[in-house]
């Protein structure tokens, strides 16, 4: 018994101590210091509040939707609804940046969910004070908890214009990947994990995710599925729709179910849901993908029709 | 008494059998019901799921009062979305799970309880199984006996 602990103590010591650090190529990854998201550098093409700093009257009533991207990814995520935006002028885009985001692995390593949050409470704030009179919300995966969050908060009560509608495309309540729940005994061991990127996607979505990142993860969603499991009340005049994934190996669609049992119109009415006949984790972004049929792009184009559909009634 | 490592508190009822004829009451066959809807601290929306386990296991120190077990369960998970839009999302799962724990016997008492850790090998992937069948479950169980219920001594 006692060789046994002599062998035993200093392995579990090692485990614990130890916490593996990526090997990060500068040049190819958004992990590193020189590539970052566009919107940092240009934020007056990626932030309504940047470029319609005096609004008109007229623009002060065109509905303005904020955008925010999933866990590990960029304001790349929504770059097509931007273009349909762009086409159409019936509405505006205002694709935030999550905090830890878009800039390398020590910011994304030091974040917290409630850093990655901020980014859209500092544009739906600025917004407001611009008189903008008509704001929108969408969620791409862990955008979606984190607008939720903003909802069961009560963080809307302080603003005299609610937000007219929620959207939410496959949100992630609970993970495909279930080791995400063991992230509290292998993330000191592991360090980080890798994730395998499309060539198009190459420097658009971070390829290291630190085990601390992981962990505000599942704090996050871990947090949103109870307050889903108690009960979350729209504010007056808040609409919602979710569309999910049918099949998604990243954010599994029983994230879906949780929302909608959960999630309760101001006057009592269940949110309005989609369920999608996709494979595809966040079938709106199509840019980037190896891979694309004719039916993805049908998706993309009946969710964002329907989207576009919603803002203008 | 289960508790899901990050989901829900699942409580049910089961039986327990051994007998001399099985490793010398070593081994114990096991029978459960485990329900979400009899789980407590679960919120009003929590979903209503049942598991259905049949098991194995192997008491070590059997004639201790503090026992050490190890077993395999498997059995059948169900899940109700109520809603029919959720008709083309996997409902059902075939369990299979590993567990180990302590089984320990009160002193001049015919009660005993055990406590296990224990992990689903087949858990929800987003694909074609149900995504509220979790991964790592933390179970409390006291036993009586049933020959204590029914036979006069």
Not at chain 1, 258 to 270: A, E, F, S
Not at chain 2, 7 to 14: A, D, H, P, R, V
Not at chain 2, 111 to 120: F, I, K, P, R
Request: aromatic letters at 10%.
């Amino acid at each position: 018994m006692k060789n046994f602990f002599i062998i035993l103590l200093p392995a579990i010591f090692a485990l614990a101590s130890c916490n593996p650090t990526p090997e990060i190529d500068n040049a190819s990854m958004l992990d590193g210091n020189q590539i970052y998201d566009a919107s940092l550098a240009h934020p007056f093409d990626y932030l309504v509040s940047e470029y319609k700093n005096n609004p008109t009257e007229t623009e002060k009533n065109t509905p303005v939707i904020i955008c925010a991207h999933g866990y590990s990814a960029s304001t790349f995520e929504w770059d097509e609804l931007r273009t349909v935006a762009n086409s159409n002028q019936t509405f505006l885009v205002s694709q935030v940046l999550l905090g830890g985001h878009g800039t390398d692995y020590v910011d994304f390593k030091a974040a917290t969910w409630k850093n990655w949050q901020q980014s859209i409470k500092n544009e739906y704030q600025k917004l407001q004070d611009k008189g903008f009179k008509k704001i929108f919300l969408a969620g791409s995966s862990t955008g979606a908890p984190l607008i939720v969050e903003m909802v069961s908060s009560g963080y809307f009560e302080q603003f005299s214009v609610k937000p007219k509608g929620i959207f939410l495309i496959d949100p992630i309540v609970v993970s495909s990947n279930k080791t995400l729940t063991l992230v509290g005994l292998l993330g000191p061991v592991l360090g980080y994990t890798t994730t395998e990127l499309e060539t198009g996607e190459q420097g658009k979505w971070y390829v290291y995710r630190p085990q601390e990142s992981l962990k505000q993860l599942m704090e996050l969603i871990n947090l949103t599925r109870k307050n889903l499991e108690k009960g979350i009340v729209l504010p007056a005049g808040t609409a919602m729709k979710i569309y999910k994934s049918k099949v998604d190996a990243t954010a599994d669609p029983v994230s879906a179910v949780m929302l909608y049992k959960g999630l309760k119109t101001n006057d009592g009415k269940n949110v309005d849901i989609e369920m999608i006949d996709s494979d595809i984790h966040v079938f709106t972004r199509l840019n980037g993908r190896n891979s694309v049929s004719a039916k993805d792009i049908k998706n993309q184009q009946d969710v964002f029709a329907d989207m576009g559909s919603r803002m203008k009634n | 008494m289960q508790q899901t490592q990050y989901l829900y508190n699942e409580n049910g009822i089961g039986v327990d059998f051994s007998t001399s004829k099985l490793l010398n009451n070593k081994l114990h066959l096991k029978a459960e019901i485990l329900s979400s809807r009899l789980g407590f601290g679960n919120g009003v929306n929590a979903l209503k799921q049942e598991n259905f386990i049949l098991g194995a296991q192997y008491h070590f120190l059997s004639d201790k009062n503090l026992q050490i077990l190890a077993g395999v369960n498997t059995g059948l998970f169900l899940v109700d979305y109520e809603s029919a839009v959720f008709n083309v999302l996997p409902n059902s799962s075939l369990m299979f799970s590993v567990e180990a724990g302590v089984h320990y016997k009160i002193p001049n008492s015919p009660v005993s309880a055990s406590l296990t850790v224990g992990y689903n090998l087949i858990n929800g992937n987003g694909v074609n199984i149900p995504g509220s069948l979790f991964p790592v479950f933390y179970k409390l169980g006291v036993f009586y006996p049933i020959e204590n219920l029914f036979c006069k001594k």
